[in-house]
């Protein structure tokens, strides 16, 4: 049975950091590009990074360009978003999901499936 499940969410306080994980079970990830988004209280849910399949490239939105960082391990089967500088607008609840193919071409919904349950990030004094 096909899973992805994030992890590594916390309170942190602002400036400081936290990595994600998004793992997957089921099926491998090899073949497909990943994307991180979050949905903050009362907002839409926003494309935060995505990386190709391979891992040659990546993208970011411009609120968290240079100071996120997406990689992922494909022989651990997992996805990694690791958050330095966080900022108390930087809370929300993070979800991974897996692109329809190897490359990434934004952050439409439809453009993705496999999507997981979210993990909280709180940035908090």
């Known amino acids: 049975q096909l899973h992805i499940v994030e992890s590594g969410g916390g309170l942190v306080q602002p400036g400081g950091s936290l990595r994600l994980s998004c793992a997957a079970s089921?099926?491998?990830?090899?073949?497909?590009?990943i994307g991180w988004f979050r949905q903050a209280p009362g907002k839409e849910r926003e494309g935060v990074s995505c990386?190709?399949?391979?891992?040659?490239?990546?993208d970011y939105a411009d609120s968290v360009k240079g100071r996120f960082t997406i990689s992922r391990d494909n022989a651990k089967n997992t996805a990694y978003l690791q958050m330095y500088s966080l900022k108390p607008e930087d809370t929300a609840v993070y979800y991974c999901?897996?692109?329809?193919?190897?490359?990434?071409?934004?952050?439409?919904?439809?453009?993705?499936?496999?999507w997981g349950q979210g993990t909280q990030v709180t940035v908090s004094s």
């Open positions: 999901a897996l692109s329809l193919g190897p490359y990434c071409s934004g952050y439409a919904p439809w453009e993705y499936n496999y």
């Open positions: 089921g099926f491998t990830l090899d073949n497909y590009a």
């Open positions: 990386i190709t399949s391979s891992g040659s490239d990546t």
